[in-house]
């Protein structure tokens, strides 16, 4: 590293503090983001902390600047932040940058909370002089200019509590930073979800919140989150355009929203829902983004497959689902053997994404398909004949396919196809037939799912 | 015909809180189960478990030591007890007299804790098999008790059962004792809020629901819930053990009823369904099996032979709303496994069922 002399050191950080006080007062959030970025590992941020790093006391220099003296309890430990980001250590970056955060949410948006105690604390920190002026200002609020800074420091919360529990779990300690970055942004949630024009940020936030309660497994934490938002309205969904420059946020956070709840829709098994979810997720996701597009289609295609619907093979291996692959030609041919391979073969893949057990269930569906086979095969030898098909006749078939069932359980499924209304006809137990219907035999699903 | 709900078919999907006995009392040692069977799992399964590594949601395995054996008499080791009364990080359901700075050895519970590393870890942080069901126990009756808002319980309950997994899983217990209280925990789960079992699975170590007993219970479930009963019972038949069967025994007449409801549905009006064959692929005996098709509301019948038949397409199948009586598991060679019922007492007795489509 090339040599930094103090005064060069001294001449970035008040360099940044200026910017920062610029981009507050000239209300700029596209100059503002960036330098709450920490984890960017932007070029200037890191000059910035190899600054830091030589010129000790960054705290008074905070202090001595006057416009920057007023954001003093955000930018001293920010500047603390960026400085222990640069070292690597990520616990400390990510306790300093939640003050910061802290802080920076109060001051701009404590006005719209109307928790009289917060205010009275807010007026003992702050000199009473800016705090009006700001009042003031927000109380013409136009742009949610602040916003967008917002976001960048929740999704900055969210990365390095990550990072920091990796480096706290790897030396041994508890890693405890996410769950509080968790009931941080659960904070800032419940003051943003509520009336006035910071609605928008409260759905940017719930997205950041799903990603946490997901990585800590507390995926039941989402439920308050989602109540919230629908009692809100925060959204109608419609209204706004997908090609619209201004709100790409705003788009960005839509699709992640109906991302998640539509994954959890899958796991709690209401695939109508889950489609309608996940498939606007997927309208909507921006064209370049394919990785966001891959990853709404590993939960999209099990629901599909569930309401009858089969995928394309050129989406299968666009996308690399190569996985899905097997399973809807097992649907196809109605191949029981091949389908109960692919889920021993990818059986943690698909455990460990949770849709394991929505494609357990589609067996039905491939047990509807071989029997139709087989009565496809009949209608063609003696089509007067090929309404009934003998309990027999399965059992063989599925021999063949290597699978050993019994008449009992292929009349068990039999029935159970009929009852589901996957098969029109019944059974004659005494003569071990299956009669079908002359009409419409193996009705569609026609979008509902299987089992329903 | 009423509508079937999307989950709450089979076995233990329950929509609301209800109350739970639980069954730690049933827990007798049927045969002597040693706390730890290296047998049980597999040299890969093994291997997997001592690796960490990053699964979809960066969720880090715990590596553990085959040696490590929990000593903690309580259901909270002492000195986190301690640390927690000193800083306040009491639940309400452990604050003693209401006091958020005081607790007891009989109100604390130990908390979930996502360290990876067992360097630091000491055997009596870690609590004893019979601690576990101990304490697990207390979290089932801590969910019978309707003292508290749902939420605040559930939260609580959901965290606490994932450190019994997590002291289960250090210790490597994989035998019966864990099964039988992993199965317990689903439960739980299923009763608190219906919540998924995808969910639930998403959890679990791939050794834990590889291995022989969770593939079972893993098995019986996939049949019960697509209702196929012949399998169901067959496997029952041939793999389980008296423990499993006591508790799998409150759901058998959830499925034996399906079961009777599909014949009924799909049959042919000329050709009534034999009582005896049925009974005998339901595992019962025929004339509970009768009984249990008036329970629900479907006339039998007697051919010219004298056997007795269930006479199909029926129309007024209907669950009772007061649940089944208890039949005792028969099988087929009544040698084979002694009637179970009288002796044992019955686990997680439901009284409410969960809806199926009725014509």
């Known amino acids: ?24 007062s000239s209300q700029d959030a596209a100059v503002l983001s960036p330098l709450l970025a920490v984890s960017s590992n932007s070029a200037s941020l890191q000059s910035l902390a190899d600054a830091l790093n030589v010129f000790q006391d960054s705290n008074r220099l905070v202090g001595q600047m006057e416009r920057s003296s007023q954001l003093a309890e955000i930018l001293s430990p920010l500047l603390r932040c960026i400085q222990s980001y640069r070292l690597g250590r990520f616990a400390d970056a990510y306790v300093a940058l939640e003050k910061a955060a802290k802080y920076y949410f109060v001051f701009f948006f404590c006005l719209f909370v109307s928790k009289i105690p917060t205010l009275f604390w807010f007026m003992t920190v702050w000199r009473w002089g800016f705090f009006s002026a700001f009042l003031q200002e927000f109380r013409n609020w136009e742009t949610p200019w602040a916003m967008e800074a917002l976001y960048t420091l929740a999704l900055e919360i969210r990365l390095l509590a990550e990072k920091a529990d990796r480096e706290l779990a790897s030396s041994g300690k508890n890693p405890e930073k996410l769950q509080g970055a968790g009931s941080f942004l659960m904070r800032v949630f419940g003051a943003l979800a509520g009336k006035g024009p910071k ?15 997901f990585k800590l497994g507390t995926v039941h934490l989402c439920r308050s989150v989602i109540r919230s938002i629908e009692t809100a ?4 969904f419609e209204e706004f355009p997908v090609k619209d420059k201004s709100t790409c946020n705003v788009n960005l956070a839509q699709v992640t929203y109906m991302y998640y709840t539509g994954r959890l829709e899958v796991y709690n098994e209401n695939f109508l829902v889950a489609d309608q979810k996940l498939t606007y997720a997927l309208m909507h996701c921006s064209p370049r983004k394919e990785t966001n597009k891959r990853m709404i289609l590993k939960y999209l295609i099990p629901v599909k497959l569930s309401i009858g619907i089969l995928p394309k093979q050129w989406l299968i291996e666009k996308y690399n689902l190569i996985e899905y692959g097997e399973v809807v030609n097992a649907l196809k041919k109605g191949d029981l053997r091949l389908l109960r391979q692919a889920l021993r073969e990818h059986e943690d893949r698909f455990l460990r994404s949770g849709v394991y057990l929505v494609l357990e269930k589609l067996e039905l569906l491939v047990y509807q398909r071989l ?23 399965i059992v063989k078939a599925l021999k063949w396919l290597e699978l050993d069932m019994d008449i009992d359980e292929v009349e068990c499924i039999v029935a159970i196809l009929i009852y589901k209304n996957l098969i029109k006809g019944y059974i004659a137990h005494k003569s071990k037939v299956v009669v079908l219907s002359k009409q419409d035999p193996f009705p569609k699903l026609n979008g509902k799912p299987v089992g329903s | 015909m009423e509508e079937r709900t999307g989950r709450g078919r089979g076995l233990g999907l329950r929509p609301a809180r209800k109350a739970l006995n639980p069954s730690s ?13 290296p047998k049980q799992i597999s040299a890969e399964a093994f291997r997997e478990r001592s690796n960490p590594h990053l699964d979809d949601d960066d969720n880090l395995r715990s590596p553990n030591s085959p040696y490590l054996v929990g000593t903690c008499p309580d259901m909270c080791p002492a000195k986190e007890r301690a640390q927690r009364e000193r800083l306040r990080d009491l639940s309400v359901f452990e604050r003693l007299n209401g006091n958020p700075a005081r607790t007891s050895p009989h109100l604390a519970v130990k908390k979930f804790c996502r360290t990876i590393s067992t360097v630091d870890i000491q055997e009596s942080d870690i609590r004893s098999p019979p601690v576990l069901q101990r304490t697990l126990k207390y979290l089932i009756n801590l969910v019978n008790s309707e003292e508290h808002p749902f939420e605040v319980v559930h939260d609580f309950v959901f965290d606490r059962t994932r450190s019994i997994r997590q002291d289960l899983s250090m210790q490597n217990i994989n035998d019966d004792q864990a099964i039988s209280m992993y199965e317990e925990m689903v439960q739980v789960h299923y009763n608190m809020h219906g919540d998924s079992l995808s969910l639930w699975y998403r959890q679990l170590s791939l050794p834990i629901l590889q291995s022989k007993k969770m593939h079972f219970a893993r098995a019986l479930i996939r049949y019960s819930q697509m209702g196929n009963y012949k399998r169901f019972f067959c496997s029952l038949e041939a793999e389980a053990s008296d423990l499993q069967l006591c508790l799998v025994e409150p759901f058998l007449n959830e499925i034996r009823a399906q079961a009777i409801s599909y014949v009924n549905y799909s049959g042919y009006k000329l050709h009534p369904y034999p009582l005896t064959h049925l009974s005998k692929i339901l595992m019962i005996k025929e004339s509970e099996l009768e009984e249990l098709c008036h329970v629900c509301g479907l006339e039998t019948s007697i051919d010219e032979a004298g056997m007795k038949t269930l006479p199909v397409k029926q129309t007024k199948f209907s669950l009772p709303k007061s649940g089944f009586r208890s039949y005792c598991l028969s099988a087929i060679d009544d040698v084979k496994r002694p009637i179970m019922c009288d002796d044992v007492p019955l686990p997680l007795r439901q009284t409410q069922f969960s809806l199926t489509k009725l014509r």
Not at chain 1, 6 to 18: K, Q
Not at chain 1, 233 to 236: A, G, P, T
Not at chain 1, 381 to 390: E, I, L, T
Request: net charge positive.
């Open chain 1, 1 to 24: 590293m090339a040599y930094l002399s103090m005064g060069e050191a001294h001449r970035r950080i008040t360099d940044y503090l200026s910017r920062f006080s610029d981009a507050v």
């Open chain 2, 25 to 37: 009392s049933i827990w007798k040692p049927m045969r002597s189960c040693p706390a730890r069977d």
């Open chain 1, 199 to 213: 609605r928008a940020g409260a759905l940017y936030v719930a997205c950041q919140l799903f990603k946490v309660y």
């Open chain 1, 371 to 393: 029997i139709k086979k087989i009565y496809v095969l009949q209608k063609q030898k003696d089509p007067s004949k090929a309404h009934q098909v003998k309990l027999e006749n």
């Open chain 1, 233 to 236: 309205r925060i959204f109608d």
